[in-house]
């Protein structure tokens, strides 16, 4: 509890700041930056894979496939915000806080390495390369030009012989993303962190864009759903706020009849199995409702 301190004083211990204040010749303190408050002309820093770096999204810079017109491009001008990106093709949740190399570039920084006192926004996306765990899915269980191939439940029947080796992963990927995401918290005190998860690219029924067995259907799903969660997790656990991409992108799949997604042959600028620009305009508007949220 607090001691009370008579009302006199009280009186005399403030007079005596104020006839202080007034002798000084110092200049006033500058006022404490306050946490989650964004800004015109305020740091952004964006971290995350290529569902971040936006490849074929505009101009696409080589190495990382950092596009243009990217939903980190898209906050930054509608909250005219000065951005940072750092987010990279291919980038696991370790490249947070370890360099890593992009399979056609040079070797990057950790990303947390951008984020600064000052920073004021990060948003953050990572889990689908740890352990590379989307690029052997689709290698292995999408499967262009064969009907046989896309009878059964092949990739489940494997799955089960490695002892749930995707919901395995995703209980890893998810510890991961808690150390990573915390890193970043820790390293930027008095940003708004945001993580951004994944859209919903599994199909309810295989198409010719995504050519799966029809029985290892809720497999890709389980693994997307996992994703997912395992982001909230993260953001859950570190406090930060998380941007449900997942549900916004609902009946707009990779096989939908409005796919915000390509699948193997893109039908407008993406790079297969990456999302459309609408998708990306869709991500840019629910941070961006988010952060204007948050103000006071």
């Not at 947390?112 to 889990?127: M, Q, Y």
């Not at 490695?162 to 970043?184: C, F, Q």
Request: hydrophobic share 40%; net charge negative; with cysteine.
């Amino acid at each position: 509890m607090p001691t009370r301190l008579p009302l006199a004083a009280v009186v005399l211990v403030a007079a005596s700041l104020l006839v202080a204040g007034c002798d000084s010749n110092e200049p006033a303190p500058a006022p404490a930056p306050s946490p989650g408050v964004v800004g015109p002309g305020d740091e952004y820093v964006a971290m995350g894979d290529s569902y971040t770096s936006g490849p074929r999204m505009g101009h696409t810079q080589a190495g990382c496939l950092r596009g243009s017109k990217s939903y980190p491009f898209l906050v930054a001008d509608e909250l005219k915000l000065d951005l940072t990106d750092v987010s990279c093709g291919g980038a696991t949740s370790e490249a947070v806080w370890n360099s890593y190399t992009p399979p056609h570039g040079t070797t990057q920084p950790p990303q947390v390495s951008a984020v600064t006192d000052s920073t004021a926004l990060v948003t953050f996306s990572f889990g689908g390369n740890d352990e590379h765990l989307y690029s052997k899915f689709l290698a292995v269980c999408v499967t262009p030009g064969s009907d046989e191939a896309l009878r059964g439940s092949p990739c489940t029947r494997i799955d089960k012989k490695a002892y749930g080796y995707v919901h395995g992963v995703i209980s890893r990927t998810r510890d991961r993303l808690v150390h990573s995401l915390n890193r970043v918290v820790t390293a930027a005190p008095n940003a708004q962190v945001v993580v951004v998860g994944y859209p919903r690219f599994a199909p309810e029924h295989p198409c010719a864009e995504f050519p799966i067995a029809e029985g290892d259907v809720a497999l890709a799903l389980r693994l997307n759903r996992g994703l997912v969660r395992a982001q909230k997790h993260a953001a859950e656990e570190a406090g930060a706020d998380y941007v449900d991409l997942f549900a916004a992108t609902e009946g707009h799949d990779m096989c939908a009849k409005d796919p915000w997604l390509a699948g193997m042959e893109p039908t407008a600028p993406a790079a297969p199995y990456h999302p459309y620009q609408k998708e990306q305009q869709v991500a840019a508007d629910l941070v961006t409702e988010l952060v204007r949220k948050s103000q006071p």
